[in-house]
């Protein structure tokens, strides 16, 4: 059974097409409310993300939400993407359409200084291996990082578009697909698409900015460090825990992890 996502979410719509004649799958979706949630997320544990990179996360996530919309829907996607500049940062972002939701955050601490800036995809289904690919890409446009990813990883022509108003657009290559057309689309051409293109409506998804995170699911993590690392987490007595994928902060006394330790074993 598929997990139940908190009432008060702002939900975005995205709607998916086929472009008749030119055989490729168009994605779209205005963003705005999905950002708002990620900045109250942001606000309820008092985190703030410095521009550019609260910028490319943002346009990270309108990414992966465009992306899993154009995948099966029982498809888990995380993806990694460690940049040069403006500084040296991991973004990380992921999600899945059942439910729809995506989450992420920005790391600038403990990041390695060295290498290029690298892009790290990880794609689950049920009853499958999981496949993971690693490339490089240059430049700190996350939209045109994913593109490298589809081009180089899947090996399918894909562009991505910012509009106004915090909408985006993610148009895909599918069988027999125009690339010459596709390759030389202008954002001009896009806001004119419907006008201009016969679009054919496949289906709708909606999505979240959620995490699903909590401290019962972190718990365990918690349990598979070195004593020594135990001691020095719960020196003060209550230990603060941050959510490896959204950054979110848990706090939870030695005691209540003690009694939830020994039920376990």
């Given at each position: 059974m598929s997990q139940m996502l908190e009432?008060?979410?702002?939900?975005?719509?995205?709607?998916?097409?086929?472009?008749?004649?030119?055989?490729?799958?168009?994605?779209?979706?205005r963003f705005s409310p999905l950002f708002l949630d990620y900045y109250l997320h942001l606000m309820q544990y008092g985190l703030q993300n410095a521009e550019p990179l609260d910028q490319m996360l943002k346009?990270?996530?309108?990414?992966?939400?465009?992306?899993?919309?154009?995948?099966?829907?029982?498809?888990?996607?995380?993806?990694?993407?460690?940049?040069k500049e403006p500084q040296r940062a991991n973004v990380f972002v992921t999600g899945?359409?059942?439910?729809?939701?995506?989450a992420g955050?920005?790391?600038?601490?403990?990041?390695?200084?060295?290498?290029e800036a690298m892009f790290i995809s990880q794609a689950t289904r049920p009853d499958q291996a999981p496949r993971q690919s690693m490339i490089e890409f240059h430049g700190d446009d996350m939209l045109k990082a994913v593109e490298t990813f589809y081009t180089t990883s899947e090996q399918r022509l894909t562009r991505?578009?910012?509009?106004?108003?915090?909408?985006?657009?993610?148009?895909?290559?599918e069988p027999d697909c125009d690339e010459q057309w596709l390759s030389e689309l202008t954002l001009e051409q896009v806001l004119a698409?419907?006008?201009?293109?016969?679009?054919?409506?496949?289906?709708?998804?909606?999505?979240?900015?959620?995490?699903?995170?909590?401290?019962?699911?972190?718990?365990?993590?918690?349990?598979?460090?070195?004593?020594?690392?135990?001691?020095?987490?719960?020196a003060d007595g209550v230990a603060q825990i941050h959510c490896p994928r959204c950054g979110a902060v848990f706090r939870t006394p030695k005691e209540s992890f003690e009694q939830w330790r020994s039920k376990q074993s």
């Open positions: 009432p008060d979410l702002s939900v975005v719509d995205l709607r998916a097409y086929f472009v008749r004649k030119r055989n490729a799958l168009l994605v779209r979706g346009d990270t996530l309108a990414a992966m939400a465009l992306h899993l919309c154009s995948r099966p829907q029982d498809e888990s996607c995380a993806w990694t993407i460690h940049v899945s359409s059942r439910p729809g939701r995506v955050r920005v790391f600038t601490e403990d990041v390695r200084q060295e290498g991505f578009f910012r509009l106004e108003d915090e909408e985006f657009v993610q148009i895909s290559a698409i419907e006008t201009n293109e016969h679009l054919t409506l496949l289906e709708t998804r909606g999505y979240v900015f959620e995490c699903g995170c909590s401290i019962e699911r972190l718990l365990p993590i918690i349990m598979r460090l070195p004593q020594d690392d135990l001691d020095h987490i719960f």
